[in-house]
């Protein structure tokens, strides 16, 4: 998918559904080789030390061949769909796309057989650029202030309260000067950070804000639940119909 088929809007957003009966399922896993290499130095020998780390994970992928009702096949891939599939059975597919996007992804799954099905929110999220608000900008600008004066303010509030309790020939030496920036640094960033969220929840609640609005991937996770759910009542009815 290419970068012109992001959705910006929740209007630019189409959710659809194909639903059939499973004709075949292939599953595969791959591992993937993750190394960090993390390098130290001693600067009083010169000596350099070299960490090397490697990690795996593994996932599953299962490739769907389904037919619809009318007789169209297709088919859908999904990686760690956390359940299993058979031939024969009931399958709705979920897909999220712009509106100018002929080949939206797949972002969901439900296998009507067994009743499991499970919705992606990260393959919806990918497809997503959420707007800038004015509330992020002002959160943006506001938190790098309160988190740059945040350590400064504390440093000196501690230096002004330890100064007056030491004596005039006594000097702080090196371990409590490096106490004292590492915890202005932590409780004036954090500080910081809390302030922002306190002084945007404040405006916001007194209107000198506007409240902020459902992100689009959210109202997009609504409609494609909603959409679940219409399969789900859909396949009911005709499992009803067939059966009669």
Same mark, same amino acid.
């Given at each position: 998918?290419?970068?012109?088929?992001?959705? +910006?809007?929740?209007?630019?957003?189409?959710?659809?559904?194909?639903?059939?009966? *499973?004709?075949?399922?292939?599953?595969?896993?791959?591992?993937?080789?993750?190394?960090?290499?993390?390098?130290? #130095?001693?600067?009083?020998?010169?000596?350099?030390?070299?960490?090397?780390?490697?990690?795996?994970?593994?996932?599953?992928?299962?490739?769907?061949?389904?037919?619809?009702?009318?007789?169209?096949?297709?088919?859908?891939?999904?990686?760690?769909? +956390?359940?299993?599939?058979?031939?024969?059975? &009931?399958?709705?597919?979920?897909?999220?796309?712009?509106?100018?996007?002929?080949?939206? @992804?797949?972002?969901?799954?439900?296998?009507?057989?067994?009743?499991?099905? &499970?919705?992606?929110?990260?393959?919806?999220?990918?497809?997503? $650029?959420?707007?800038?608000?004015?509330? @992020?900008?002002?959160?943006?600008?506001?938190?790098?202030? *309160?988190?740059?004066?945040?350590?400064?303010?504390?440093?000196?509030?501690?230096? +002004?309260?330890?100064?007056?309790?030491?004596?005039?020939?006594?000097?702080?030496?090196?371990?409590?000067?490096?106490?004292?920036?590492?915890?202005?640094? $932590?409780? #004036?960033?954090?500080?910081?950070?809390?302030?922002?969220?306190?002084?945007?929840?404040?405006?916001?609640? *007194? +209107?000198?804000?506007?409240?902020?609005?459902?992100?689009?991937?959210?109202?997009?996770? @609504?409609?494609?639940?909603?959409?679940?759910?219409?399969?789900?009542?859909?396949? #009911?009815?005709?499992?009803?119909?067939?059966?009669?």
């Amino acid at each position: 998918m290419t970068g012109s088929s992001k959705i +910006g809007s929740i209007e630019d957003a189409r959710v659809t559904v194909r639903t059939g009966t *499973l004709l075949d399922a292939q599953t595969s896993h791959r591992t993937h080789i993750n190394t960090q290499t993390r390098t130290r #130095g001693d600067v009083a020998t010169g000596h350099v030390q070299t960490d090397t780390s490697v990690s795996s994970s593994s996932s599953e992928q299962i490739r769907l061949f389904i037919q619809e009702d009318g007789g169209r096949e297709f088919e859908a891939i999904a990686t760690n769909a +956390g359940f299993g599939f058979r031939p024969g059975q &009931r399958v709705s597919v979920f897909y999220v796309g712009a509106q100018r996007n002929d080949n939206p @992804d797949p972002v969901g799954l439900i296998n009507h057989s067994t009743g499991s099905w &499970r919705v992606f929110e990260s393959d919806v999220k990918r497809q997503v $650029v959420e707007p800038i608000t004015v509330v @992020d900008v002002l959160r943006l600008v506001l938190g790098l202030i *309160l988190i740059v004066v945040g350590p400064v303010l504390v440093w000196n509030i501690w230096s +002004g309260v330890a100064d007056g309790m030491r004596a005039d020939w006594q000097e702080a030496n090196l371990g409590e000067l490096f106490f004292k920036a590492m915890t202005a640094l $932590v409780v #004036g960033v954090f500080g910081g950070m809390f302030a922002t969220s306190l002084l945007l929840a404040v405006g916001v609640n *007194l +209107g000198l804000l506007p409240r902020p609005k459902p992100s689009i991937t959210s109202q997009i996770m @609504d409609q494609v639940q909603q959409a679940k759910a219409e399969a789900v009542e859909a396949e #009911g009815r005709r499992a009803t119909s067939v059966s009669s």
